[in-house]
């Protein structure tokens, strides 16, 4: 076994994985066991959101991380991107989820900023990809 593979598991892939099991959890809790809750306050539609973006933002991070891995240059701005990510997981599908189940009003205007977090972090993979490429440029 090599020095690397006997490392533990960082702190950012472990809370990849717990953001993608918390994922998958509350996807089949608001599709089973909430549903008629959900539905009476026509919050379904929100749920399902709010897991869907949950589900592939937690992925795309295990994927960007594992990217990371491979390309040692570019991990640091790999963690940055699935950290965006995971602060996304956690602002734009933890409001909705809160908001659904009759949450305090005032996490409305958290959602965007989770959303622009989503969004920074795709930015940050257009960064990626013109650094690993610097002399290509951008198609008309």
């Not at 918390?22 to 399902?48: K, P, Y």
């Amino acid at each position: 076994m090599s020095a690397r593979s006997q490392r533990p598991p960082s702190l950012l892939f472990t809370l990849t994985g717990f953001s993608g099991l918390c994922a998958v959890a509350l996807g089949a809790l608001g599709a089973h066991a909430l549903r008629e809750s959900l539905t009476t306050r026509q919050s379904f539609d929100s749920w399902q959101t709010a897991s869907g973006y949950h589900l592939a933002h937690s992925v795309a991070a295990l994927g960007i991380l594992v990217l990371g891995q491979a390309m040692p240059s570019s991990a640091r701005l790999c963690g940055r991107i699935a950290s965006l990510w995971l602060l996304g997981c956690l602002l734009f599908s933890g409001s909705i989820y809160s908001l659904s189940l009759g949450g305090p009003k005032w996490l409305g205007p958290v959602t965007p900023l989770g959303g622009l977090a989503f969004m920074a972090g795709w930015g940050g993979v257009v960064w990626l990809a013109w650094k690993l490429n610097p002399k290509s440029e951008p198609a008309p």
